[in-house]
């Protein structure tokens, strides 16, 4: 959609698994990228001290209130997620090579996904959820990981930690605890309950 009206829910966000994931659950909304520099901020908030968890929180909520600026009628939506690993953030992978080098440290560990989400009214937060995630990965070969990261780079090269778990990088993982849809990189189902106590969906 290209126009916007007031009172709309929008997601401040370009991401397209997140509009997928929306639009699957019947849930209409406009999307709005919000211009930050999110390398930036991030670099940012980690010399600050900023746990993972709270930089996924802080970031969601930057893009949130971005765009209620603008749009200050509108339920405005602002997610972000981070892996963290032995209390670092995961990167998307520069090459090939690193896409390897990450996933053969994760091999036969456990990281954790921190998936934010924060919903603006009138330039104002009005709810905020933060979800965690452990993703525990089998003890992969490294042939296996070459292989992997060779098939699927077109697909992988844009992922935060260097795999998708919703493609063939679902046989890296041995156990996941925790919510599916915060691993994509969006709470759906506790943003789905607020919407429908909001009376924005039907519930």
Not at 96 to 114: C, I, M, T, W, Y
Not at 125 to 140: C, D, M, Q, S, Y
Not at 154 to 171: A, L, Q, T
Request: charged residues 25%; contains cysteine.
């Amino acid at each position: 959609m290209d126009l916007l009206m007031d009172e709309e829910l929008i997601l401040a966000s370009s991401s397209h698994v997140r509009k997928e994931l929306l639009l699957k659950a019947n849930i209409s909304f406009i999307s709005v990228k919000p211009n930050i520099d999110e390398a930036e901020v991030k670099s940012s908030l980690l010399m600050e001290g900023y746990s993972p968890r709270n930089i996924a929180d802080a970031l969601a909520e930057l893009k949130a209130s971005k765009i209620s600026l603008k749009h200050p009628n509108s339920l405005v939506l602002g997610c972000d997620q981070v892996l963290e690993f032995e209390g670092s953030l995961l990167e998307k992978p520069a090459s090939k090579n690193s896409a390897v080098e990450q996933l053969l440290k994760l091999s036969g560990e456990r990281h954790v996904a921190f998936s934010a989400a924060v919903i603006f009214e009138n330039c104002q937060p009005i709810w905020r959820f933060v979800g965690k995630t452990e993703l525990f990965f089998k003890k992969n070969s490294a042939k296996y990981i070459n292989d992997y990261v060779n098939r699927n780079w077109d697909s992988i090269k844009n992922s935060v930690g260097g795999y998708k778990i919703e493609e063939e990088g679902c046989r890296l993982c041995t156990k996941i605890n925790g919510d599916y849809f915060s691993i994509l990189g969006i709470p759906l189902l506790e943003i789905i309950n607020f919407l429908g106590v909001k009376g924005v969906i039907d519930a």
